[in-house]
């Protein structure tokens, strides 16, 4: 039997499984899904076992073998393998990188294995017994060396033995050590009769044993119990009368109680989207839902519901939040319904929690899963329903190798387990929406507040009068004397600050313009080292300008305010308020997210003050305003989604106030009051902000219209990227239609990273049938010669900004 496997060989151009024998101690044990170390070159490597197959084409006597097997069970199952397979056409990745993606880091990782034993040596088959002596033996080696890796995977599979990994950066998995007492009543009869009287302390111990037989205590509450030493139990567990065991225990992610919650009376709304997931549940049909809800409408409550009728069938569901860390609420929302059967997938857990989590999963212990990105890979093995919360963050796109969008992933698990998908957004991308029209995802729309409160009222202040008012601070009148009456009726605000770090753009304080590109309608960047602007989608480029090009006025400078400078800003003008900052800055530590939201629910600061990351998911019943300070900055990223993800943001800041009782106030300020993202988040009202920012995409050929796909070069010689962003552009040119869209090569935004200079190019395309063949030939280039020279280039075919 020839065992096709996949090796973890970077930067190898060869995307195949390679063929090894599978020698005869572990025939049947290896099986598709398995890990194994096999021979490569000169070393061993990491592979996976993808299938077997009864020839080969590699020459007798030139067939290694493989060299170890690292899992009895395997860690991947047949739908990963397939899924693998889809990711490798879907994203251009090679298949290796598509099967470490799905699995927790642990499994990458250095870690050390265990094989315990669980129940009385009396149970096991007599050759293990004899291993077992041991009681807790490392890896399978010794196993496997006596030929006995079949029984032990047969003990395993009844739960008599357990494997235990214990990633070795964490040290080691958390154990609890039991002391277990014989099973058998009689043998601690006997065994008492047989014990001199000088051992009088150990007969006493074995005698009170005989009539607990079987049971397990905490060695040291029994040493308590029956007033012995520890050297005593010791003693009785040499003579046989019980043994020791350490149980691997799972560390807890979570950090706090939540207190339990039942199900609400649905609203009208709710109940009929309710009604419509339910429905293609029970009638297996994969269907993908865009319930579309205001913030406040309750989609989390229809969540919750939906996960209860398929878990009252024994069905598991995912559920994806575009960034956990970010947003406990969520979390301690699907606990406090479903207590421990929830786990949890996400970046702020230790290594050793993460792979803990993801064997609650794989063991079935658990029947949902909250988790980021990743965690749409949760091996659970009978799905009834995948949600994504917040379904437009561009969080769901994996911007790395590889470079899958959690959506398309969602979707295609749920057409293995033929269940539904819903995908929940106040905002959602243009791209679903656009799905949504074309029938291809259902519609189910949330248009009031579950509670019926009013949408906060949103007025939207122009800076540029403020300047010409005088008024030179960063607070506008409106919102400064918002602030004031908050501060004096003790309720709680939230300032916004959309900082996004790199690329700056120029602004006239006057009027308002900010220099944009002839050819893109993009903001130009500005670029301190040639003092001048520059688009960084074709390449244009300008001096920056003295006076502002529409009015003339001196007051243009480039833009960018951090949020330090407003909480000192803050604390000049209202001495008296108490801030909370939450930004990068202040969130490094683990749990420091968790930990400054509690502060603020616990009524400990008047002022929230941070960047994006305090947009999404707050619930606080005190939250009366919401203060955006700089509309502009997300709406002049050089992105062709600024427009779009400018509204989503306001629309999802402004959605923090008023969402209980006391009625909520947002106040917007901006030197483009005029721009449509910004008047329309003013009314909250999505469709006709879709139609508008529709019509641009379709001016300008981009998505959903045109599909996008981006090709990144970079090395640490800037004309070498150059000529390799070049040579790439060439390649594509002289393999698809005339009528392809390229743009590029250019610097991209941010030029230089780590002293390595980055170049782009743009494909914009409606029906390119050689496109992903010209795509793969040029990866294949990549890996073949051009990465010896140091050059580095990925491709994105779905890039989520740019
Ligand atoms: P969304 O996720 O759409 O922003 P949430 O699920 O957070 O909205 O709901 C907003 C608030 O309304 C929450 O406090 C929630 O408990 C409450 N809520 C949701 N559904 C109902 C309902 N049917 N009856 C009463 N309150 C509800
Ligand atoms: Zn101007
Ligand atoms: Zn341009």
Redesign the pocket.
């Known amino acids: 039997m020839i065992a096709k496997v996949i090796v973890d060989v970077s930067a190898y151009p060869v995307d195949r499984p390679f063929d090894y024998g599978v020698p005869k101690q572990l025939v049947h044990l290896v099986e598709a899904g398995s890990r194994v170390k096999v021979p490569f070159g000169r070393r061993n490597v990491l592979g996976f076992v993808v299938g077997f197959s009864e020839t080969t084409d590699v020459p007798a006597g030139k067939l290694k073998d493989i060299a170890e097997l690292l899992d009895l069970t395997p860690v991947l199952t047949a739908e990963m393998l397939e899924m693998a397979k889809w990711m490798t056409q879907k994203t251009l990745c090679y298949e290796i990188d598509a099967l470490q993606v799905m699995l927790p880091n642990a499994l990458r990782a250095k870690y050390e294995k265990k094989v315990v034993l669980n129940v009385a040596v009396t149970a096991l088959d007599e050759s293990l017994q004899r291993v077992f002596g041991k009681r807790q033996i490392s890896t399978y080696k010794l196993f496997e060396k006596e030929g006995l890796l079949a029984p032990l995977k047969r003990a395993i599979r009844d739960g008599q033995v357990e494997v235990v990994t214990a990633v070795k950066q964490q040290g080691k998995a958390k154990t609890v050590r039991k002391i277990k007492v014989h099973d058998d009543k009689f043998f601690l009869q006997e065994l008492a009769e047989s014990m001199g009287a000088r051992a009088k302390k150990q007969l006493h111990v074995v005698q009170w044993m005989s009539e607990h037989a079987g049971e397990e205590f905490v060695p040291a509450e029994l040493a308590a119990l029956l007033d012995v030493s520890d050297a005593v139990l010791k003693g009785v567990v040499e003579r046989g009368a019980a043994t020791f065991t350490d149980e691997e225990t799972y560390r807890d992610p979570f950090s706090k109680e939540v207190q339990a919650?039942n199900a609400?009376?649905?609203?009208k709304e709710?109940q009929q989207a309710l009604t419509s997931i339910n429905a293609a549940y029970d009638a297996k049909r994969a269907e993908t839902f865009l319930l579309q809800?205001?913030?406040?409408?309750?989609?989390?409550?229809?969540?919750l519901q939906a996960i209860q009728h398929v878990m009252n069938e024994g069905k598991q569901s995912i559920v994806l939040v575009p960034e956990i860390s970010l947003t406990p609420q969520m979390t301690e929302?699907f606990r406090a319904r479903f207590g421990d059967k929830v786990a949890v997938m996400h970046s702020a857990l230790s290594m050793g929690e993460k792979y803990d989590e993801w064997r609650k999963v794989q063991r079935g212990e658990v029947s949902v899963v909250v988790g980021a990105r990743s965690a749409v890979f949760a091996p659970f093995t009978n799905i009834g329903l995948i949600i994504l919360?917040e379904e437009h963050e561009s969080t769901y796109k994996q911007e790395d190798t590889p470079r899958y969008h959690a959506r398309d992933a969602a979707i295609w698990r749920s057409q293995f387990y033929n269940c539904p998908v819903i995908l929940?957004s106040?905002t959602p991308a243009l791209e679903s929406s656009a799905r949504a029209q074309k029938g291809r995802y259902t519609l189910l729309k949330?248009t009031e507040?579950?509670?019926h409160q009013a949408l906060p009222s949103v007025e939207i202040v122009d800076m540029r009068d403020e300047l010409h008012k005088g008024n030179r601070s960063m607070f506008s009148t409106i919102l400064a004397q918002g602030i004031r009456e908050r501060l004096e009726r003790g309720e709680q605000m939230v300032l916004f600050l959309n900082r996004r770090g790199f690329s700056s753009f120029v602004l006239c304080r006057d009027c308002g313009t900010v220099v944009q590109c002839k050819n893109c309608d993009i903001s130009l960047t500005y670029h301190k080292t040639s003092h001048s602007l520059r688009c960084h989608y074709c390449g244009y480029e300008e001096p920056m300008p003295k006076v502002c090009p529409s009015c003339q006025s001196e007051h243009i400078r480039f833009f960018g305010t951090g949020t330090q400078k407003i909480e000192e800003e803050l604390h000049k003008v209202f001495p008296e308020a108490r801030v909370l900052r939450m930004d990068v800055d202040t969130t490094r530590q683990k749990g420091a997210h968790e930990r400054i939201l509690d502060a603020f629910g616990r009524g400990e600061a008047d002022i929230l003050l941070g960047t994006q990351m305090i947009a999404k998911?707050l619930?606080f019943p005190n939250i009366t305003l919401v203060g955006v300070m700089s509309a502009d900055t997300s709406l002049n990223l050089p992105d062709f989604r600024a427009a779009e993800k400018t509204f989503q943001l306001l629309t999802q800041v402004s959605?923090r106030a008023g969402?209980?009782e006391l009625p909520g106030q947002v106040v917007i300020q901006t030197y483009t009051p005029e721009h449509y993202a910004i008047e329309l988040a003013q009314s909250q009202d999505y469709e006709p902000f879709y139609k508008r920012e529709m019509k641009m995409r379709h001016r300008f050929s981009y998505p959903p219209y045109f599909f996008v796909v981006l090709i990144q070069i970079s090395h640490e010689n800037a004309m070498k990227a150059s000529d390799y962003a070049h040579q790439a552009m060439r390649f594509i040119q002289a393999n698809l239609s005339p009528q392809v869209g390229l743009i590029g090569p250019t610097p991209a935004s941010i030029s230089r990273i780590q002293n390595r200079y980055r170049y782009q190019c743009l494909i914009k395309y409606k029906v390119e049938p050689n496109l992903i063949e010209a795509l793969k030939q040029l990866i294949r280039m990549y890996r073949t010669d051009w990465i010896k020279d140091g050059v580095q280039l990925f491709v994105d075919l779905d890039p989520s900004s740019i």
């Open positions: 919650t609400l009376t649905l609203t709710q809800g205001v913030t406040g409408s309750g989609k989390t409550e229809v969540y929302r919360d929940g106040a949330l507040r579950a509670k998911g619930d959605g969402r209980h």
